[in-house]
Structures are given as C-alpha cells and as structure tokens.
C-alpha cells in the first residue's frame, strides 16, 4: 500500500471535467484507489465520491493505493493532479 | 375536439403544424412501491436493462453534441456516463431491490433523495449544483424503466416540443437532434438560450405561455405561430388551413430573403457596403450567412460565461472562438471581450449590485479590475486567430489609459504564446467600442492607438442623450437623429475614415433602414445588426445613390431637430428614388 499527499492546484479543483480525467485513469489500474481529504475516505474510481469530496484549489489530499500496480497507478495519478489536469491554471 | 387559442411572446418567426410531444418534468415517487420476493430477479433485469438503455442514450448524444455544438458541450455526458457507471450508485440501487424488495422507481427515488442530501451539505456552490446531474442521470434510468419508448422525441418522427423550460444543455441536445418542428414553453424569455439556439435554426417558437404544459396532451394537435406569438390546441380543419396559407405566405417571404442575401452589397453607383452580423452563439453562424452577412461584426463573448456554472477555461473560449472562426471563414469574426458587470451579472463571481450599474463597473472596466480572466480571453481569441480572419474589440472604453493597458496585456500574451510556441496571427486587428461620449470625442487621439472602431450606438446615444429608453417616462426624448448624435456620430465615421481606419457601426441604428442611409451618407460601410435585419438593410442601401445619400446627409446636417432632418431625407430622397421607401415598408 501507498500512500501520497498532494496539493489540488488548478483553480478549479476535482471539479467534474478533472473527476472524469481522474476516473478514466484510476480505471486503467487494478489496484484499489481511495482519495482520503480531513476525515473522509472515498472510492477514488467513483466519481459521486470524488464529486462529493468537493475538493477545491488548495486542498490536500491523500491518495491510497494498493494492489499489484500501485507504483505505478501513484505515479501517474499524482502526475494528473500535479499537471492541473491538463488545465491551464 | 376543444379549441384553444393561447397567447405568448413569439421568439422565433414561422409557423408549424403537428403532433404535440410533452416533456415531462419527472417527479421522483415519494411513495414506496413494494414487489414479491419472486419478483426481484425480473425487477432486477428490469432495472439493468434501462441503465443499459440509458448508457446507449448517452453515447447517442454525447456524439450528436459533439458533432453538432462541439467537443466542448459533449463533456458532459463523459461525466454523466461515468455516474451511470458509478458503483456505488449502481449497487445502492440493486441493494434496495434485493433487501428491502421494492420496486425501481421507488429505489431510485431513494437514491435521488439520498445524494440531493448529500451534495446538500457542500458549502461549495459549484459542487453542491452537481446534484443536477446526478438527478439528471436518475432521472434517465427511470424514463428507460418503461421499455415501450414510441413517445420518445428521439423516434425520428417531427414533432412539436412543448415544455415547462429548458434549460441551456437541454436546449442545445433536444433542437440540434433536428426532429422539432417549433416550440412552446410555459418559461423564458427573447433572450432566454432557448429562444436564442431556436432563431438560429429557424425552429418556430414561443415562449412565455405560462400553463400550455397543463393544457395539452402528448399528440393533441397545435399549431404553434412564432411571428405573432400565438399557440392554438386542436385547430378544427377550418383554422388549420387559414394557417397552412400563412405558411406558405411566410415560406415564400423567406425565400425572398433569400433571394435577397445572394445579391450584391453595393449602391446604386456601385459603391461596396458590408452587412455583418452581430451573435451571441456560434451555432447562429449558419443563419446570419443564409440572410447574407458577410461576417461577424459583433460576436458577444459573455454568453459563454452566462452558459455554464463554473468560470470557463481558456479551452472552454478557444473552443468556441475558433470554432466561431472556422465557421465564419473567410469573412472576418470581431470578438467583443466581455461585456458583463452592471445589469448582466457573473453567477460564478458574486458581483456586487451596484447603485448605477450602466455607469458602473463593467465591460473593459471589469477585465482590467479581473486580470486573469481577461488574459485567459485574450490568449483563446489570439490561440483561435490562425485563419488569420479574427478580430479582438474592447467595449467601453474612456479613456486613453485603458488602451494603453490593454496593449500591454495584449502584447503580454502574444509573447507567452510566442514562447510556448502557439501558433496565432501576430497581425490579430486590435479594436475599440466607441459608446462612452467621451471616448467619442476624442476620435482623432483614440484613432492613432487603435486598428479599428465600432461605434455601439445603442449605450452612445442612451448616454450622450442621459435617456433610458426602457422608461416609459422619458423614452421619448430617445431619437437617433436627434442633430446632437448626428454630429458625434459624423465625427467618429469621418475622423476614422480620414486616419484610414476601418469603422463599423453595431447598435440598432444600422438595422434602421433610415438610419442606415444617414450612415452611409458619413461615409460608413459596415453595418453590423441582428442578422434577420439584414436583408431589409440591404435592399435600403441598394436602391439608393451613394453619391446622392452624400449630399443630401449633408445638407440634413443643418437642420435642428430630428423630426425636420428626418422629414427631409425622406422628401429629398423619394425625389430621386421613389421606390427606397416603399421596399422598407415591403420588407418590415
């Protein structure tokens, strides 16, 4: 199991067009993804969770991962949230 | 069969006759519906079967948007689908059927119920509002439970679309499908995205009927008259055909306009005039063409930011500026950078109502107070520049200052491009509104800093006069030809054609056949106007003499009020054309 802090930094946070960039990718994976943010934990292949989760600029997340390909489901995950989802700002 | 007549605002012209086709606003069930335990095999299948229906709705859509409004609005259904696809929607639903044994309508209620309260709890405004689509998917499903669908719009038959409202996504998916002969709603307004998206596709419309959604039935036969604003539920033979001859009446007309948008754009004595066309989508592109504009003088770039809840990417405005271009190509599309403070607010920034919002902050005001969201428009409309046929305007500008910032934001975002390098055309024409009398005034200062001007009569003439024309009270004092306006307007025309700079007009003056000939008499060759106008402008312009409209504008100049200047052109110019004014009369 991984475990890894990340700063959400585009402006507009896991809204819906990130949350399906970040579903389509956590799918590509075997292994099981949470996104945990202050207390709560959700299903980080479920896009009503990350949704709910209303995670906006400036937020800290935690993403959990494990299976057989948790190194790399973390790499490319975290590399998603760090690239501003391929937004602009 | 009961015969009723029903009055509203007619939005978009024309006359159809067909089936009604009722949207229902869907109300999920409070009630709990139970099945036998015997039972919950098939209502499982039951349930299965419509999420899979609704998955292949989806997909349908999702690529009839995108080839239709573009990627842009497809997204959504991206979104969408991954919800349907959703675990833990999907495994909430069967549990309920499995251990509580109830039926599927009653669990998808209760899962609407439960995740409406959930996002309730949100403190953030965008991501509470995607409740919506999370209803909107349930609400899917529940349609697909019913495995007869013959009453769904999407059977390819033509039908008449009659609804309570339909909100922006809803309008662009159900008129782009192409199968809705007119429409009527109980809501909206001329301004409302439905009756925008309707004109541009020649879909007749009207709006504001308050309960038609209570008066008819699926399949009652209505006639739906958007020219005069009228809906009639079950027309007996006799007024049927009184409107078929009116159809055909208003078929021939159009085709005339046609006719008319093919012609040449020139006076008498050959001189070139341009009709553009001012729009608020690019799905209106199409239309304005078919009347014969030859570009978009004025595209309002604010619509993008009323059309969505959250603030738009530089992708969302890319995407739509440079489909905007494509589409227009090879005549030019001036892009006005937002127009929004004042009266037309921002829902996603929480501007402050202000006491005198007309003399408040808005429009170039606004992006200059806004930076950031002014750099990602200026960025789109440069990245969407490569056909080389767009355009950037500036409303509102007072003063030189404000130019000179917005040259260096400009010039700032050309190098950013430059150095990621994004291809744009460096030579992207840099223009300004003349609408604040003061900006007027100093044509010649403003002239020298600028590519080009379009002069906005509307909020010109409201300011120099200090009218608001929507008050009843003093709405008469608002006159176009009022010699004061006459001269400021000479002015601005004739000191931009001196300094060699292009100058366009795209208030209502330029869609007033009267006006537009004193125009052309300043010297004025581009008229922009909402583009159903243009074919009568343009029959105006073509009966009458350059030459003639010169001299006669000019000795019109000396006259003191508008009723005389008025009354002179008419008299002078029925003199040497007698038929300009009949054509209008024709044509109105």
New interface residues.
Partial sequence: MIEKTILIKN??GL???A??KF??LANRFMSDVKIKKDGSEI?G?????I??L?A?QETVITLIIEGDDEQAACRALGDLINNRFG??? | MEFTRLRGIGVSPGIAIGEAYLTEQLVFTSRIEYIPPQRMDEELGRLRAAVQRTREDLVRIREIIREKAGAEHA??F??HL??LE????TANLERLIKEENIRSESALSDVHAK?QK??DT???E???Q?KS??ADVLAKIYRNLESQREENTEDGRDKILVAHDLPPSEAALRLSQGHVLALALDMGGQTSHAAILARSLNVPTVVGLHNITQRIKTRDILIVDGTDGEVIINPPPAVQKEFLSKKEKYDVYRKDLKKVAKWKSTTLDEVRFYPLANIELPEEITNALSYGAEGVGLFRSEFIYLQRS??P???DHFDIYSRLAKKVYPYPVYIRTIDIGGEKNLPQLQIEKEPNPALGLRAIRFSLRNR?LFR?QLRAILRASVLKNVRILIPMITELEEIGEVKILFEEAKEELVSKKIKFDPAVPLGVMIEVPAAAAITDIIAKEVDYLSIGTNDLIQYYLAVDRSNEFVSYLYKPLHPSVLRLIKFVIETAVKRGKDVTICGEMAADPLSAIVLLGFGLKKFSMNPIFIPRIKKALRSVEYKTVRRVVHQAMALKTAQEIEEFIIEKLLVKHPDVFLMMKATT
């Fill in positions: 402006r507009l809204h819906a067009r949350a399906v579903v389509n299903d292949k479920s896009i009503l969770g949704l709910t209303a906006t937004e602009k700002e | 997204f959504i991206d979104a991954l919800i959703d675990k833990s929607l995740y959930i996002f949100i403190s953030d965008y991501f509470k995607r689509d999370v959250a603030l990417t530089e992708d950031d990602i």
